[in-house]
């Protein structure tokens, strides 16, 4: 069974500095990986997604690294700002598993000014 | 593009009564769409897995009964919850893929349920 896991569960930090949240997975055979960005009453906001081919995906500030071998993935996001604040959801989707996504707990992040 | 909508945005019931929630794909054809339950404080857990004229598949310990699920055209899929409790008090979210085999989901902006 697939578990997906991210530390910290909660960060908070001072406005300019670069986040690094972390995802783990237990089951390698995955076809992608997504982050997710989640407001408070929200839906989801896709970030990124990266193909099990692919070993990383950038978008503006946000980059996200794959090393599936050793099933992690990290979501660096530089310069954070104030607006960044919310909660960051990693996603994976196995392999043979008609499309399901299994997500991580979150990381839930404060970016004071 | 690639926008999902769910109606209503939240409701409020009266135990035993049922509730439909709409998901709709309003710039593509979602040959899949996912529903998942959100607890406060916790992740998403997914519901169901619903394909355009077939019945849906059901998690395990979720009550197929209780939570029915119809995908009748390519933009549509609504979840009834029926008889609610206050147990069943939560946050659904749906998406919807437009790949059998499950291209990137694209998610609705959920909608908050709470039963008195």
């Known amino acids: 069974k697939q578990e997906v896991t991210q530390i910290p569960a909660a960060l908070s930090v001072p406005e300019g500095e670069n986040l690094v949240l972390n995802c783990s997975f237990t089951d390698s055979a995955i076809y992608n990986l997504q982050w997710f960005r989640q407001d408070p009453g929200k839906g989801l906001t896709s970030l990124l997604l990266i193909q099990s081919s692919q070993r990383e995906q950038t978008s503006g500030r946000l980059n996200a690294s794959l090393d599936k071998s050793s099933g992690r993935s990290t979501l660096y996001i530089a310069a954070s700002q104030p607006g960044d604040s919310a909660t960051y959801l990693c996603a994976v989707r196995r392999v043979g598993s008609w499309g399901k996504l299994q997500f991580g707990a979150g990381t839930q992040v404060v970016v004071t000014p | ?116």
């Open chain 2, 1 to 116: 593009g690639a926008v999902v909508s769910q109606h209503p945005s939240w409701v409020i019931c009266k135990s035993g009564t049922s509730v439909k929630i709409e998901c709709r794909s309003l710039d593509f054809q979602a040959t899949t769409m996912f529903w998942y339950r959100q607890f406060p404080k916790q992740s998403l857990m997914l519901m169901a897995t619903s394909n355009e004229g077939s019945k849906a598949t059901y998690e395990q310990g979720v009550e197929k009964d209780k939570f029915l699920i119809n995908h009748a055209s390519l933009t549509l899929s609504t979840l009834t919850v029926t008889s609610a409790h206050p147990e069943d008090s939560s946050f659904y979210i749906c998406s919807a893929s437009t790949g059998t085999g499950g291209n990137e989901q694209f998610f609705g902006p959920g909608t908050r349920l709470t039963v008195l």
